[in-house]
C-alpha cells in the first residue's frame, strides 16, 4: 500500500479490533484508518465488518497503533518506521520504551499503554507513559484512542507493572468473584441460572454505583446495617482474608510484569 494513512492499526485481533469499532463510534472516518493483519479470513472479515481498508502490508501512516503479540514487536517498530509512521502506540503488554525506541527510527515519539480486556465493551481501562520525544499532543492523540473504549490515567512507566496488576489482570480477579459468588448462591439452594443472573445483575449494579463517584466505603457503609445480613457475610470475608487476598494477588502478578518485562 504506497498512500499515507492518517491511522494504521496493526494487528487485528480482539484488542485491534475493539479499539477500531471504539473509533469508528466515535466518529473516526472509516477511510483514514487501515488495518495491516496477515490472516487472510481475518482481513475479509474486518473489511466487511467496518468498511475499512485492510491489508497485509505496513502502510505510511500520521499514527500507528501496535496491537501485535509482544514477540514481534521490535520487528513491527522497525518495518513501522522505516515505512514513514510518524508516531507510535504501543499496547503489547510488557514491552518497554526502551525496547520499543530501540527498533524504531531515531527521534519518533512512542506512546506505551496497558489496557484491559473491558475494552472489548468500550469500558476498559488502560494507562499510558511516553518516551522522550513524545509531546503533550502525541499522549493527547493517544488518549483520544483509549479513550474511545474506555478510561484514560498518565503514569510514569516505572508504575506499569501496577497497573498491570491491578487493571491489566483484574478482569480475571472479577471474573472469580463473580464464579464464587455464583457457587454459593447455588450451594444456598439457587438453580444456577438465577445464580448467575443475580451475580451478574449484582456486580454490574455495584460497578455503576462506584462510576457515579461515591466512595467505596461510603456505598459499603450504606448496605451495612448494624448486626444485619451484611455485616455477617462482611465478617466472614475479613475473617477469611479477602483484602489480603486481593493484595497478594496484585502484588505478585506486578511482579510477575516486571520479570516479564526484564526477560
Known amino acids: 500500500m504506497a498512500d499515507r494513512v492518517d491511522l494504521l492499526i496493526v494487528g487485528g485481533g480482539k484488542m485491534g ?7 469508528l463510534a466515535a466518529g473516526r472516518n472509516a477511510q483514514s484508518i487501515c488495518v495491516s493483519e496477515p490472516i487472510p479470513a481475518r482481513r475479509d472479515e474486518l473489511a466487511d465488518r467496518y468498511g475499512v481498508a485492510v491489508t497485509d502490508e505496513i502502510a505510511a501512516s500520521a499514527g500507528a497503533i501496535l496491537a501485535t503479540k509482544p514477540d514481534v514487536i521490535p520487528t513491527v517498530v522497525s518495518a513501522v518506521t ?8 504501543s499496547i503489547a503488554a510488557g514491552v518497554t520504551l526502551a525496547t520499543l525506541g530501540g527498533a524504531a527510527r531515531s527521534g519518533t515519539p512512542i506512546v506505551r499503554a496497558m489496557p484491559n480486556t473491558p475494552a472489548l465493551v468500550s469500558e476498559g481501562a488502560a494507562a ?4 522522550e520525544h513524545a509531546c503533550d499532543a502525541d499522549l493527547d492523540w493517544a488518549s483520544e484512542i483509549l479513550g474511545s473504549v474506555g478510561k484514560v490515567a498518565r503514569v510514569s512507566e516505572h508504575l506499569m507493572d501496577a497497573v498491570t496488576g491491578l487493571s491489566g489482570s483484574g478482569p480475571a ?19 444456577r441460572p438465577v445464580a448467575t443472573e443475580l451475580a451478574i445483575q449484582t456486580l454490574l449494579g455495584s460497578a455503576t454505583l462506584l462510576a457515579e463517584g461515591r466512595s ?3 456505598l459499603r457503609a450504606d448496605v451495612t446495617s448494624p448486626g444485619g445480613t451484611t455485616a455477617a457475610g462482611l465478617r466472614e470475608l475479613e475473617r477469611h ?4 487476598a486481593f493484595a ?16
Open 17 to 23: 479490533e475493539a479499539l477500531l469499532g471504539g473509533l
Open 82 to 89: 522505516a515505512a514513514g509512521t510518524d508516531r507510535i502506540l
Open 128 to 131: 499510558i507513559c511516553a518516551n
Open 173 to 191: 480477579y472479577v471474573f472469580v468473584v463473580a464464579e464464587a459468588m455464583i457457587e454459593a448462591g447455588v450451594l444456598m439452594g439457587l438453580s
Open 216 to 218: 467505596p466505603a461510603d
Open 241 to 244: 482474608g479477602v483484602r489480603a
Open 248 to 263: 497478594a494477588a496484585i502484588e505478585a502478578a506486578t511482579h510477575r510484569s516486571a520479570e516479564l518485562g526484564a526477560a
